[in-house]
């Protein structure tokens, strides 16, 4: 079993900055993807970045220049920096996770879309609030 804990969420000012950590354990096979979702009220769920083990990662046009993830295997942990926050960055951020298994005609690790990925494992979410 996958098990995901996210912490680092809170209350900053416009154009401060937050640090997400998601550690992680339990993958069974070597590839993975995972990545932060958020869900704002009254919003859909959205992708914020994601990431494969060979680094592939997605940020929506929303959080580029802004964002950015990492991860570290001997922590086992990935972050997600993000700096120059606004208002509609508030949202509950959750780490999200799959084990990849390559499909016949699918993508490889190298080319999927992280974010698009159906995520099996998901963290309980923290909460960022960003004041205007």
């Known amino acids: 079993e996958v098990r995901l804990a996210e912490s680092g969420g809170g209350l900053v000012q416009t154009g401060g900055s937050l640090r997400l950590s998601c550690a992680f354990s339990g993958f069974t096979f070597a590839d993975y993807v995972i990545g932060w979702f958020r869900q704002a009220p009254g919003k859909e769920r959205e992708g914020a970045s994601c990431?494969?083990?060979?680094?592939?990662?997605y940020y929506p046009d929303s959080v580029k220049g802004r964002f950015t993830i990492s991860s570290d295997s001997d922590k086992n942990t990935v972050y997600l920096q993000m700096d120059n926050l606004r208002p509609e960055d508030t949202a509950v951020y959750y780490c999200a996770a799959s084990e990849f298994f390559l499909v016949r005609g699918g993508p490889t690790i190298s080319t999927v879309a992280p974010c698009s990925y159906k995520m099996d494992w998901w963290g309980k979410g923290t909460p960022v609030t960003v004041s205007s």
């Open positions: 990431i494969t083990t060979t680094g592939t990662t």
